[in-house]
């Protein structure tokens, strides 16, 4: 199973990023797709997630309104479309896959991370 993560970059407040997680090696679509955010020191924060069958969005308060999550399935891809970025929106930005089995066990697979930096 690969995570592959990209389109990170510089950018400057007020911009936007496309986000892109492409996967392989898994029936993509029994999974749901997360993005976290990691700050240097600072816990992993899932901020936006897509579930495998109805496409249910989910959004962190901090984000809602600004990014927009979505997914390809054809493609075995999840994007996060980033508006209206701010400084504080930096951070490295890393893709979960997550399936649950019949019992309830969790199945997790990371990407590698893609840098975010907004400049003000």
Request: charged share 15%; with cysteine; aromatic share 10%.
């Amino acid at each position: 199973v690969q995570l592959q993560a990209s389109g990170g970059g510089l950018v400057q407040a007020g911009g936007s990023l496309r986000l892109s997680c492409a996967a392989s090696g898994l029936s993509f679509d029994t999974y749901t797709i997360a993005w976290f955010r990691q700050d240097p020191g600072k816990e992993r924060d899932v901020i936006s997630c897509i579930s495998s069958t109805t496409g249910t969005t989910y959004y962190v308060d901090s984000v809602k309104g600004r990014f927009t999550i979505s997914r390809d399935n054809a493609k075995n891809t999840v994007y996060l479309q980033m508006n209206s970025l701010k400084p504080e929106d930096t951070a490295v930005y890393y893709c979960n896959a997550r399936t649950t089995d019949v019992t309830g066990w969790n199945y997790d697979h990371w990407g590698q991370g893609t840098l975010v930096t907004v400049s003000s």
